[in-house]
Structures are given as C-alpha cells and as structure tokens.
C-alpha cells in the first residue's frame, strides 16, 4: 500500500469481507503498552487486543488476529505458514527498546506539537499509518530522538 496513492484503510479482510477496525493513533499506542503488560497471560493479551480494535469481533480470531497485526504493522505483515515439523513460533532475539509511550509520553507530545504542530491530546482521526510515518520521521535533533539515541548507544 502506498501512503501516497491510495486511501489509508480502515478496514481489514477476514474470510474475504471487510471489517471495519478502529484506525485512531491510539489504538496502536494502547496496543504497545497492552503487549508489554507483564501481568496477563498472552490469551487474555490477544483478547484484549482484538477488543481495541475491532467494534465488532469477527468469528474467525485466527484471522482477526491476522488483519489486526497487519493493520498495526501498517500494512506489512505476513501470517506466518508453518513449515513441515515446525513447532510453532520460535522466541525471537529481543531487541534493544528505545522508547517506551508510557515512560516518553511528554516527549512524544512535545515532539509531535513542536515540529507538526500537532496536538496529540486534541487530534481527532488521527490515522495509526499517519501517526507511525510521522513518529518515524521525527528529526534527529528533537529531545525525544536524542533519548532515543541515548538509549540505541551501544554502552
């Protein structure tokens, strides 16, 4: 999907109808900060989750589970195909974490407000697809991006 050519989505294909999904910034955000809860299991995680973002739950979770994190993932993830003996999802490497929207909540906002003019309190129908390109172009030289590099440095 091109952000530039083509209508942003605000639904998903499950079993080759369109489900609408709740496309606000915050849903993404609140979805973040939902899989890093320590505190519940990853069943009652993933309901959660499909909760946030579908007003209505589709019948087939497998496949809602899908359009959800292809939406999140702005449009590129793959649902994973078991190969032959495969014994289901493997642990990743965890990755290093930079930011955090709970613990960089003011300096998100001030970012957003300082170099888009934005309000992210305020904002209505702020895309999740918009909110991601903006946060991921955020320049170099914003507070939030310095912690960010802080954090990134190899100690």
Not at 15 to 31: C, K, M, Y
Not at 80 to 91: E, I, L
Request: hydrophobic content about 40%; charged content about 25%.
């Amino acid at each position: 999907m091109n952000l530039l050519t083509e209508a942003l989505p605000n639904t998903v294909d499950i079993g080759g109808g369109a489900w609408p999904i709740n496309t606000d910034f915050r849903e993404g955000v609140r979805f973040e900060l939902l899989m890093q809860t320590g505190t519940l299991t990853d069943e009652e995680r993933m309901g959660r989750a499909l909760r946030l973002f579908y007003p209505k739950l589709p019948e087939d979770i497998s496949a809602a589970l899908d359009g959800m994190l292809w939406f999140y993932s702005c449009g590129r993830y793959e649902p994973r195909k078991p190969a032959a003996g495969d014994s289901g999802p493997q642990k990743k490497q965890r990755e290093k974490k930079v930011y955090d929207f709970d613990q960089d909540a003011e300096l998100i906002f001030a970012a957003f407000r300082a170099v888009y003019g934005i309000d992210l309190n305020t904002v209505e129908g702020l895309h999740w697809w918009k909110f991601r390109a903006l946060f991921s172009t955020l320049p170099a030289d914003c507070e939030f991006c310095k912690v960010m590099g802080y954090r990134a440095m190899d100690t």
